[in-house]
């Protein structure tokens, strides 16, 4: 009987590495392809968390420039309940600058920070400051012919907590509110917050 020749057999972790090699360029392209369609969902989703800035009430006392602390922040707004104070630079009596927090029993934090005017500052600049949170973030639709001129920016940055700001100018304060959270209420909150608020 002649001899045959010998099947060449592949041994299982040969099979394994090859399988893996191929693998690798098909989840690369699938990954290129695939990742910025989900990215637009995600943002999509975010964006569905984003208030009608038109909601915002213009309609509110006038606040003067010689207000003390307690009057502009007061112990309660709503159901919110301010929070001990906390030391920040920019919260000081001489520059008539603030900083607080507000939060809800069952949870949700306002940051509210408050400022006198200064003379180096456009009203586009004011309304759009404190809103941009790196690539995530869209411009701030700016309302300046309002009888309160205010600003609105939501960023809804793909690795971070969606993040909404209205800032708005009452006499010769800045006035700026921001809330962080994971909720889908997150903007909603935020426009209860201001909404209640006096000033």
Not at 123 to 131: A, P, R, W, Y
Request: charged share 20%.
């Amino acid at each position: 009987m002649a001899n045959q020749p010998k099947e060449t057999k592949f041994p299982c972790c040969s099979i394994l590495v090859i399988t893996a090699l191929l693998a690798i360029p098909v989840c690369i392209c699938s990954f290129w392809i695939w990742f910025p369609v989900a990215g637009a969902l995600v943002v999509d989703l975010f964006q569905q968390d984003a208030i009608d800035p038109q909601l915002f009430n213009t309609n509110r006392e006038p606040l003067p420039d010689d207000a003390v602390e307690a009057q502009i922040f007061p112990q309660q707004i709503g159901e919110y309940l301010l929070q001990p104070s906390i030391d920040r630079a920019e919260r000081t009596d001489s520059q008539r600058s603030y900083f607080h927090e507000y939060k809800l029993p069952f949870g949700g934090t306002i940051h509210f920070r408050v400022s006198l005017l200064k003379d180096d500052y456009s009203q586009e600049k004011l309304l759009s400051s404190g809103t941009n949170c790196g690539d995530g973030s869209g411009p701030a639709k700016v309302f300046s012919d309002e009888r309160l001129p205010f600003g609105y920016a939501i960023c809804n940055s793909f690795f971070a907590r969606t993040h909404h700001t209205l800032n708005w100018i009452n006499g010769n304060w800045i006035l700026s509110a921001s809330s962080a959270s994971i909720l889908n209420s997150d903007g909603n909150m935020l426009l209860d917050f201001v909404n209640q608020y006096d000033y």
